[in-house]
């Protein structure tokens, strides 16, 4: 039932040899749990949490290089997972980047000002509702960072913002879960064959819903209140001012470009951040030509150039440092040693054997990246040794639902809450206290839907 030479995982996703030494395995624990309890704290210890995980994700490596790995072997499999960073952060850049020029040039303000309503209650789902089926179009991460700028818009009061942006992160996950392109993790799985498009969307869309629905309801019978917008910034005059024209133009050309992103993959797969990097150009060229016969300053104003020097870089060295730190426990083993574990432990001859280890996967990717957890777990069994685990099989269906929301536990769980996290700049106690419960009843009752439906429906 084990596979370790599957061809489509990349050899140094999962090679047992490449385990630490067991002092130096304990000791990268302790600085990644260390690491991750000074983020938790931020606030009380007044550092930066970008500080703290690039500290923890260097540290981590080193800790590995010293503890006895040979090191051509190990700055090849840091640069490798460089590889994959480097295509988020890219991807994070560049849709960050279009977001922030369509707002630039007041393009939100075309979804904004058709949003009329005062009740928190419905914004919450006009919010909520709209989240869940962008982020099947387009993916988790990019439609979160959307829905932030559009909730900077509609929103003053810092709380309440705070409380939607926490919605948008379980809306997004949960709306990327049943769409191949709408997660990484469930992109993995269907690129490995282990899902096909059409059986995903059909089995994984009932329990994603009740994903959402289940914190709505909560939400719905607790808040209350109007809605207080922020205060309308003063209409520019003269060359400054920005036309309806221009505003839809940047508007419809920044969403097409965001669209695009999963069709360039799809047709020439190559990787998400290839496609956004060609939108952001094209982006780019048609603001310089629409803006060419004004002056210099307001161009550096509006233009791509202009939103490239307030990018948050802090959130980009943030991502870098976490996703270094789970890379260094993903090679040296304690990932893989963490799913063989699960499955020897409960085992994966039954259905309950699979929803236990699959909800325990979930959770986990809430406190670790989930795409090493979803590839441990790809590396370790081969498509159509048991029914379980043909293509579509319940192990595959369940995995990709529990990967995909399970991250929304906790804020750094997935790429939608890390981003949220660092353009909001919510602490991540507070997600705990306010968000995890919400984030938790969505999770168990998708999962109990999934159920439902797999015995009632399968």
């Known amino acids: 039932m084990s596979g370790h030479g599957r061809t ?10 490449l385990t630490a030494p067991l002092p130096m395995y304990m000791l990268m624990i302790a600085v990644f749990v260390l690491g991750y309890a000074a983020i938790a704290f931020e606030h009380s210890l007044k550092i930066d949490k970008a500080a703290a ?84 179009i387009l993916d988790n991460l990019t439609t979160s960072i959307v829905m932030i700028s559009l909730l900077r818009k509609l929103i003053k009061d810092q709380p309440i913002r705070w409380l939607f942006a926490g919605i948008v992160i379980i809306a997004a996950n949960a709306g990327g879960a049943f769409s191949p392109i709408g997660d990484i993790t469930t992109t993995m799985l269907w690129i490995g ?25 909560y939400l719905t019978f607790t808040l209350k209140g109007e809605v207080i ?80 020097r307030k990018v948050d870089t802090p959130s980009v060295l943030f991502f870098l440092g976490i996703l270094l730190a789970v890379a260094s426990l993903q090679t040296a083993g304690h990932l893989t040693d963490l799913a063989t574990a699960l499955d020897k ?49 319940l192990f595959w269906e369940f995995l990709a639902y529990c990967a995909g929301t399970g991250g929304s536990l906790l804020i750094i769980g997935s790429a939608s809450g890390v981003a949220v996290m660092g353009l909001e700049r919510i602490p991540f106690g507070w997600y705990i206290k306010k968000i995890s419960f919400l984030a938790l009843i969505g999770y168990v009752a998708g999962i109990g839907a999934y159920i439902l439906q797999h015995i009632y429906f399968v």
């Not at 489509?8 to 996703?13: M, N």
């Not at 590396?379 to 159509?384: P, R």
């Not at 048991?386 to 099989?393: E, H, L, N, V």
């Open 229 to 308: 917008r922020p205060d309308a910034e003063p209409h520019k005059e003269g060359e400054h001012s920005i036309s309806r024209s221009e505003q839809v133009t940047v508007l419809f050309a920044g969403v097409a470009g965001l669209l695009f992103v999963p069709v360039f993959k799809t047709v020439t797969h190559l990787p998400p951040f290839m496609g956004m990097m060609f939108s952001l150009g094209a982006l780019w060229i048609i603001t310089d030509t629409m803006h060419r016969s004004k002056s210099p300053s307001v161009r550096r104003q509006i233009g791509v150039l202009g939103v490239l």
């Open 53 to 136: 995980a690039l500290v923890t994700g260097v540290a981590c490596w080193t800790i590995y290089v010293f503890g006895g790995a040979e090191v051509h072997n190990a700055e090849h499999q840091l640069l490798e997972h460089l590889s994959e960073i480097s295509g988020i952060l890219f991807f994070l850049l560049g849709a960050m980047t279009i977001v922030e020029v369509v707002d630039a040039h007041e393009g939100f303000s075309v979804i904004t000002d058709r949003i009329q309503t005062k009740s928190l209650r419905v914004l919450l789902w006009t919010i909520a509702l709209l989240t869940f089926f962008f982020s099947a």
């Open 8 to 17: 489509t995982i990349p050899p140094y996703i999962y090679d047992p040899t």
């Open 345 to 393: 432990s409960i085992g994966t001859d039954s259905d309950r054997g699979i929803y236990i280890i699959g909800s325990i996967i979930g959770v986990l990717s809430s406190i670790v990246d989930n795409v090493p957890l979803v590839a441990a777990s790809m590396g370790m069994y081969d498509i159509d040794a048991t029914p379980y685990f043909q293509q579509d099989g």
């Open 193 to 217: 064959g282990q899902i096909s498009a059409a059986n995903i969307i059909a089995y994984l869309i009932v329990p994603s819903v009740f994903c959402l629905l289940a914190p709505l309801l």
